[in-house]
């Protein structure tokens, strides 16, 4: 089994605030993590800084064994092999929900329109969107963007996928759908990092859970280990609230 | 980073092009037959004043052509102040000035004179039904002069004696309007102007005081040009021998005779004073001045909004120091007031390049600074205005910084700016007013120059200001409809 990211000793500091205080993790080719704990626990910004988008203060991070901090790294290659899905989706909306997920692989020189166009399709089709292929992403609701920006990551043909509260910023009744494609993906045997307040979610698709508080790894799992016998004392209070609520 | 550099690169070359291909036009000035370029006041009747055909004429005028030709050389006037025409040949911007200019010996220290074509004096006008008549009843009172003139030296050497204050002004109209009004005492002026004034229906009066300061009115010529001198001199003493002389000077001051007066005025002032009267005898002047302010408009938003775009985006690029570059241009170019900038690149950097730059370019070059930094700090702000989580959906996907920029992050910062764009083309169209400082013959020196002859300040102004006016309206249609196209 290849490690497909590995995080060494990650620190993040802001001035002399620190968010993230020697992170160790490990994800393998096809595993599903996901990452839980409180806000301001530090998940959101380990995720981020997995493709880059935060910088690290100390600490590597190799990607396929490529340490994204070194400066001779094109970190816009590396990028392209990870998608990326965000919690308030972030469409482009100066394009079509096609020109949305056919704009990375044609600027890049992956596909030719037409390709991209097709494959662009492919993936709006298995999201349950083949109809909304010319809507401009205005006239989404917010289940139907999240799905878009699933295609969109998708038509990449990413290694591994990294979503950032995916579901968070969406009303209930819309929340199925999307996990519902990020079910699929996961049996597909894609590498999946998900930062969520869905337990239920975690307990059923994840490989390992992993539990974040005060910038740190408290605890990490199988999800059984981590929901059914917790050990730690902040994860167990932390479930407590959580399955309360 | 290492591709930012390359818009930089970009940036700054095609900044450095705009303005060095500006400076480098070559001046056609070195023909055959040599053309001087000569600075005139705009109003300084008899000697230049517009007709009412505003035609510009004067004894200056008929006086220079005649030389002129009598000398085999050519020349162009220009009507600018008269304290800007001894900036501009201070700048070689010009290579003489004659504004009825009195010979000084301070003056000689930096200009070379030809010799004396006029003897004039300073007297004193006050208003034609008051009371004050005399120097001694100044006491306390203001006294209007015109910046830069002998006549204003006269008044400040005198006014702690007889215990007046001065007030200067650019233009003789205004000095004279003010004593008028009554907002001046009194005026000082050049004999031969005042006399010229008051004969063509100005409610002035000359003052009771003996003619001072007795002076020679000369060209004033660039040291760097000692052949115009002796070409001026040789053209001068052969008009008078020739009698043309005499012949022009009579042509504007007449025999002195009241009838002889009152004709010189009914050439000089329009026709009919009424609004439409005025309206119609000026069209032609009026339109040419739209003319200018139409060019300068157009060229100065295209050369602005291309600086204002390129200086903008320097502001963006994840680099420090085009981050500096931008903050730095933004700083200056918008701290300065437009006229300073306009009289620092029109009189003051020619000085230091050692070329002369046209007035129309150093007006250009001003819009193009001053609104290119309004222009770059909105564009800063619309991208800027732009959720950042655009830029990280699409540097996600592994779309480089440019790309990313140019096909996301841009076309949502367009649709932001249209409004300010369309408010920054509306305030270039207005600030080229401002660039009347330098003679160009727009819309707003055309007004000058019209209401210097015919005193009729209200009506012409509000035909000058229902004219912008008329063409701010249609720039606004003109933008609202590229605006509902853009946002269509």
Known sequence: MTTRIEMKNVVKKYGTNTVVRGVDLKVEDGEVVAMIGPSGAGKSTVLRMMNGLETTTSG???????????????????RAKIGMVFQHFNLFPNMSVLGNVTLAPTELGMMTKDEAD?????????????????????????????????????????????????????????????????RKLAKQGMTMVVVTHEM????EVADRVVFFEGGEIQESGTPEQVFEHPKNERLQSFLQKVLEA | MRRHWG????????????????????????????????????????????????????????????????????????????????????????????????????????FAFSDPYYQSGVVMAVRKNGNITKLSQLRGKRVAVKTGTASADYANSIKKKYGFKTITFDDSNNVYQDVISGNSAACFEDKPVMQYAIATGLGLKLGNMKMAMANDYGIAVSKAEPALVKKINAGLKK?????????????????????????????????????????????????AGLGETVQLTIVGILFATLVGILVGLLG??????????????????????????????????????????????????????????????????????????????????GLPWTKAMRRVILPQGLKIMVPS???????????????????????????????ARNMEGFKIWTMVALIYLIIITLLTWLSNWVQRRIQA
């Open chain 1, 200 to 203: 239920g979610f975690a307990k």
């Open chain 1, 118 to 182: 097709k494959e662009g399709r492919r993936m709006l089709d298995s999201v349950g969107l083949a109809d909304k292929v010319d809507a401009m992403p205005s006239t989404l609701s917010g289940g139907q963007k999240q799905r878009v920006a699933i295609a969109r990551a998708l038509t990449m043909h990413p290694d591994m996928m990294l979503f950032d509260e995916p579901t968070s910023a969406l009303d209930p009744e819309m929340v199925g759908d999307v996990l519902g494609v990020m």
């Open chain 2, 7 to 110: 818009i930089i690169g970009l940036v700054v070359a095609l900044g450095l092009g705009i303005f060095s291909g500006q400076v480098a036009k070559p001046e056609p000035v070195h023909a055959a037959e040599k053309t001087y370029t000569i600075a005139m006041d705009t109003t300084f009747p008899p000697f230049e004043f517009a007709d009412k055909n505003n035609k510009r004429v004067g004894i200056d005028i008929d006086l220079i052509e005649a030389i002129a030709k009598a000398e085999g050389f050519k020349v162009q006037l220009k009507a600018t102040s008269f304290n800007g025409a001894v900036q501009e040949l201070q700048a070689n911007q010009v290579d003489g000035v004659m504004a009825g200019m009195s010979i000084t010996p301070e003056r000689k220290k930096v």
């Open chain 2, 316 to 397: 963006v690029v994840p680099n420090k120091l085009a981050q500096g570059i931008a903050t730095t241009f933004i700083y200056i170019f918008r701290g300065l007031p437009l006229m300073v900038l306009a009289l620092f690149i029109y009189t003051g950097v020619p000085m230091v390049i050692g070329t002369k730059i046209p007035a129309f370019v150093a007006g250009i070059i001003t819009l193009t600074l001053n609104e290119g930094a309004y222009t770059a700090a909105f564009v800063k702000g619309g991208i800027g205005a732009v959720d950042v989580g655009q830029m990280e959906a699409a540097r996600s996907l």
């Open chain 2, 421 to 451: 764009f369309i408010n920054q083309f509306i305030i270039t169209l207005k600030d080229t007013s401002i660039l009347s400082i330098l003679g160009l013959m727009e819309l707003t020196q055309t007004g000058k120059i019209i209401i």
């Open chain 1, 60 to 78: 590597e991070i190799l990607i396929d064994g490529i340490d994204i901090a070194k400066p001779h790294v094109d970190i816009d290659k590396v």
């Open chain 2, 239 to 287: 008009v008078r021998k020739s009698g043309e002389y005499n012949k022009i000077v009579e042509k504007y001051l007449g025999n002195g005779s009241q009838a002889d007066t009152d004709k010189k005025a009914k050439e000089t002032n329009d026709s009919s004073s009424t609004f439409f009267g005025l309206l119609k005898s000026n069209r032609g002047a009026l339109m």
